[in-house]
């Protein structure tokens, strides 16, 4: 993933700057982490981001077979992970109007992702020790 090693380029440049200049505190990172916040956190709400995580647990094999097959055209390129989400929508968004005509009842199972809050989707990720609440 081209993305997470640019990010573990700069965090890993910061730190080393941090180091050559004796600043072992959050101020010898602060220009990654106002990167990290500007690039990242503030680009998407993370909530967002983790709804990517409720199709394989709210949908079954086939089911999620069957969406990614109704989408039969090349999606963008990117490098921020952050930018999946937004492109996928827009992929599915596309491919509506035939679920809606093949298999309705998906279709209201996958827009009733915006109503759950992922604590509740992602209870057992978050028992097992991965919260995903900021």
Same mark, same amino acid.
């Given at each position: 993933?081209?993305?997470?090693?640019?990010?573990?380029?700069?965090?890993?440049?910061?730190?080393?700057?941090?180091?050559?200049?004796?600043?072992? #505190?959050?101020?010898?990172?602060?220009?990654?982490?106002?990167?990290?916040?500007?690039?990242?956190?503030?680009?998407?709400?993370? #909530?967002?981001?983790? $709804?990517?995580?409720?199709?394989?647990?709210?949908?079954?094999?086939?089911?999620?077979?069957?969406?990614?097959? $109704?989408?039969?055209?090349?999606?963008?390129?990117?490098?921020?992970?952050?930018?999946?989400?937004?492109?996928?929508g827009k992929a599915l968004i596309k491919i509506v109007p035939e679920?809606?005509?093949?298999?309705?009842?998906?279709?209201? $199972?996958?827009?009733?992702?915006?109503?759950? %809050? %992922?604590?509740?989707?992602? $209870?057992?990720?978050?028992?097992?020790?991965?919260?995903?609440?900021?």
């Amino acid at each position: 993933m081209t993305g997470a090693v640019m990010s573990g380029w700069k965090a890993g440049s910061a730190i080393v700057l941090a180091m050559l200049e004796g600043k072992y #505190n959050q101020q010898g990172v602060q220009t990654y982490l106002d990167w990290w916040r500007t690039a990242h956190i503030e680009k998407l709400d993370h #909530n967002v981001f983790l $709804k990517n995580l409720f199709m394989p647990v709210l949908c079954n094999d086939e089911e999620i077979d069957y969406i990614f097959s $109704k989408i039969n055209f090349v999606l963008p390129t990117v490098l921020d992970p952050y930018e999946v989400p937004e492109n996928l929508g827009k992929a599915l968004i596309k491919i509506v109007p035939e679920i809606q005509k093949e298999r309705s009842e998906l279709l209201k $199972k996958i827009t009733g992702f915006n109503d759950l %809050p %992922p604590e509740v989707v992602l $209870k057992n990720t978050i028992r097992s020790g991965f919260n995903c609440s900021l």
